[in-house]
């Protein structure tokens, strides 16, 4: 089974969206119930409609709890000579500006926050990468070269 490394900060939101979960879980189950009628030949839309959303909960549930058998936490305050999960790398993207992003597991990525995932394509190219090192990536208008400027 592979290692989940998670920042602290992954960690935590994950414990909050597994508290949510389950609670919506609970919440399910309790209005399935109620909109059951063991009665009935057929069933209810909206029981079906619970039951289909209970299963995609479930399903999430299952993910964290999976990931969390294999946790690792990692220290983002350690200093690292190459890009690693929990590091935050400063890159120039060739002829042109400079960009910063944190690189995270897939379970803490937000792209709008400048959080990428160790499996998004930049993200596979930089780890392992040190100050200085040049990285390809293809992207739909062809491949980017992006060069390590700072790493933290």
């Known amino acids: 089974m592979?290692?989940?490394i998670l920042t602290q900060a992954g960690?935590?939101?994950l414990i909050t969206?597994?508290?949510e979960l389950k609670q919506k879980q609970t919440r399910l189950v309790t209005q399935i119930e109620e909109v059951a009628q063991p009665d009935e030949s057929g069933e209810d839309g909206l029981a079906t409609q619970l039951k289909d959303e209970l299963e995609v909960i479930n399903s999430k549930i299952e993910k964290i709890e999976e990931a969390f058998?294999?946790?690792e936490i990692v220290n983002s305050r350690q200093?690292?000579?190459s890009v690693q999960i929990g590091t935050t790398v400063k890159i120039k993207i060739m002829g042109n500006s400079e960009k910063e992003f944190s690189i995270v597991s897939h379970?803490?990525?937000?792209?709008?926050t400048n959080k990428i995932s160790d499996q998004s394509p930049l993200g596979q190219a930089l780890i392992g990468k040190k100050i200085n090192?040049?990285?390809?990536?293809d992207a739909p208008v062809g491949k980017i070269t992006y060069k390590i400027i700072a790493i933290s």
């Open 79 to 81: 200093k690292y000579d």
């Open 17 to 19: 969206e597994l508290e």
């Open 107 to 112: 379970f803490e990525s937000d792209p709008s």
């Open 133 to 137: 090192d040049q990285v390809e990536v």
């Open 11 to 13: 960690y935590d939101k």
């Open 69 to 71: 058998e294999t946790v």
């Open 2 to 4: 592979n290692k989940t």
